[in-house]
């Protein structure tokens, strides 16, 4: 079946535009995490949907970055006014319920800031 | 957040077993160790988890010290398709996954 499908699969923006990244989870699945991952690091959490509702959005590291899940489905994270220090890759993964269910990790979205 | 310690690297040759150490001496009574493991331009794939027992799967098996302060991950017969960075990680209540930086695996053909 389908895996958790991100898009696009590489951005390069000028810094100081606006971005927006998409993943499309495994159909049915309920929960759904944004990361950032550096290079050379391993990724860092950034947000949690739980269906629509976004429970969790300790990670997101300024008020540029706004995620959202308007119908518990597909999800885009926003990042304005982008800087060089947004460039990284982004990853969504899904998983049927929170808890301590596998999580399924899309291939991310890299993206360059110029 | 309770933390986990692995090794930067370790390299195997291919067919053999391969053993990933963790030690995760601040773990609590209801963490969950969850093992992930990226493969290059991939994002992590999940590979195992464990509370106390011992577990086994089709990609691997996890052993879990009696302490729980330390745990390892089994390749039983290494391929070079397992090279990749393994994640050590320790799953709080919320779910919510902490990567550290991982262990790179090499493996020698």
């Known amino acids: 079946g389908a895996g958790v499908s991100q898009s696009p699969r590489y951005k390069v923006a000028k810094r100081g535009q606006d971005v927006a990244l998409r993943c499309d989870p495994i159909?049915?699945?309920?929960?759904l995490f944004w990361y950032q991952q550096a290079l050379g690091q391993g990724p860092e959490f950034l947000t949690y949907?739980?269906?629509?509702?976004?429970?969790?959005k300790s990670g997101l590291p300024s008020d540029r970055f706004f995620a959202e899940r308007p119908e518990g489905s597909v999800s885009t994270l926003k990042i304005q006014r982008t800087q060089q220090e947004d460039s990284a890759v982004y990853l969504c993964?899904?998983?049927?319920?929170?808890?301590?269910?596998?999580?399924?990790f899309g291939d991310g979205t890299r993206l360059s800031i110029l | 957040d309770a933390k986990t310690t692995q090794p930067n690297s370790m390299e195997s040759n291919e067919e053999e077993p391969v053993h990933l150490p963790c030690n995760h001496s601040?773990?609590?009574?209801?963490?969950?160790i969850h093992w992930y493991r990226q493969l290059p331009s991939q994002g992590p794939e999940y590979v195992i988890h464990?509370?106390?027992s011992n577990v086994n799967n089709r990609m691997a098996s996890l052993a879990i010290a009696e302490d729980r302060k330390s745990s390892t991950l089994i390749l039983h017969r290494a391929t070079l398709r397992d090279a990749a960075v393994y994640y050590c990680?320790?799953?709080?209540?919320?779910?919510?996954?902490?990567f550290g930086k991982g262990t790179k695996l090499s493996v020698k053909p």
């Open positions: 464990g509370l106390t």
């Open positions: 949907f739980q269906n629509e509702a976004q429970l969790d």
């Open positions: 990680i320790l799953r709080d209540m919320l779910g919510n996954l902490i």
């Open positions: 993964a899904s998983s049927l319920v929170q808890g301590n269910q596998p999580q399924h």
């Open positions: 601040t773990i609590s009574g209801t963490d969950y």
């Open positions: 159909s049915g699945h309920v929960s």
